[in-house]
């Protein structure tokens, strides 16, 4: 994994590269953003820069041993920590990352890098009830690991994707590590949600934020996986809102059920808020609460754009709307009631529920709270 391969992200690239080039590097580094603005890849791109002997053009080689290896994830001094879990585990089962580390570098490949936390589950098959964890026996494997000198590089690596799901712990003992870490080991945590991980853990490493990726660079991106007509990219790219992962489902179409299934929920909503039917609120929010975590979340990132969308209805600045089909039938009949009077306390609500859902809060009480905050902000303007 290049440099060179990673979609946009020119000026942190070339931070990256600097701070190598100075001999700038911290011992712990915590990578944070959106699967889709991508971070693990960057983080990998990164190691392989660090590593390669033969450095040139601001980027590794991609050639050499180290080079290739890195990018398979298969580098002996390259070691992984993500979550992981299976269905039908024994009571007291402890999983641990090598035994999976054959899917995740399949995943990888496969992807580019590019994935979210819900294409590993589906990859590991855990449906709708269950996910990845990081457990304590898998910080005593880290600890294991590094005590060994390093095979070929001059830095031993280890890159934890997803810390948020380590348990408290597995936690307190990367702390521990962190505090006292080995002379040439280089920590690397890639979180989606920092605001989850310990502030202990925050305090004691460098944070490096990856920003969402530019409209013209997705939109570029559109066009480079087959979307020929420039408005149709142009519409993919705004509705991608800075995630390549979002970009490249929509391209293919595989958003489409989602989306779909997340649009009729969200009219649901609106249409029993602004006809006051509380007890069938209730209901609606019983049905949501059946969704995945990760569903979950993508159903209030939508409701969240289709809110603004109409609210630039209302405010009558149609042109950098990026609506079509039933989402602009409703959203235009939907518009007047959504104003400059309640559009932030709705958007507060939202962010709200998205933080509960992702601290594991009760999805039936999280939802209904929703339903009935939401319903009492609904009303013509």
Request: aromatic fraction near 8%.
């Amino acid at each position: 994994m290049r440099f060179a391969d990673i979609t946009g992200q020119e000026d942190l690239k070339r931070h990256l590269v600097q701070s190598v080039d100075a001999g700038r590097i911290s011992h712990a580094q915590l990578f944070t953003g959106q699967a889709g603005a991508g971070a693990l890849a960057l983080a990998v791109a990164y190691v392989q820069y660090l590593c390669c002997r033969h450095r040139r053009g601001g980027d590794s080689c991609g050639e050499c041993p180290d080079c290739k290896q890195i990018a398979a994830l298969a580098h002996p001094d390259l070691h992984l920590v993500f979550p992981v879990n299976k269905q039908g585990k024994k009571s007291g089962e402890v999983m641990r990352s090598d035994e999976f580390l054959p899917l995740f570098r399949g995943l990888f490949a496969e992807r580019g890098g590019y994935f979210s936390a819900q294409d590993w589950y589906d990859r590991l098959d855990l449906g709708k009830t269950l996910k990845g964890m990081i457990a304590a026996r898998e910080a005593d494997d880290i600890i294991r690991k590094l005590s060994f000198k390093s095979f070929e590089a001059d830095y031993k690596t280890m890159l934890i994707w997803l810390p948020e799901a380590m348990n408290e712990e597995a936690a307190n003992k990367i702390l521990k590590i962190l505090e006292e870490p080995w002379e040439k080991t280089l920590f690397l945590l890639i979180s989606e949600q920092p605001e989850r991980l310990l502030p202990t853990i925050i305090s004691r490493t460098q944070e490096v934020a990856v920003p969402r990726i530019a409209p013209d660079v997705l939109e570029r991106a559109a066009q480079e996986r087959g979307v020929t007509d420039p408005v149709k990219a142009r519409n993919i790219a705004r509705l991608a809102g800075g995630d390549l992962v979002e970009l490249q489902h929509l391209v293919a179409g595989e958003s489409d059920a989602l989306r779909k299934e997340n649009f009729d929920l969200f009219c649901g909503l609106m249409r029993l808020s602004y006809n006051d039917k509380h007890l069938e609120l209730v209901t609606w929010a019983e049905e949501a609460a059946q969704l995945s975590r990760e569903q979950q979340r993508a159903f209030l990132r939508d409701a969240s754009r289709l809110l603004r969308e109409s609210y630039m209805l209302h405010a009558g600045i149609n042109e950098i709307s990026y609506l079509w089909g039933e989402e602009l039938a409703f959203c235009s009949k939907f518009a007047p009631f959504v104003g400059s009077q309640n559009i932030e306390p709705l958007i507060a609500e939202i962010e709200c529920a998205l933080a509960q859902i992702s601290q594991n809060g009760n999805p039936t009480i999280v939802f209904t709270h929703f339903a009935l905050s939401v319903s009492k902000m609904i009303k013509r303007l």
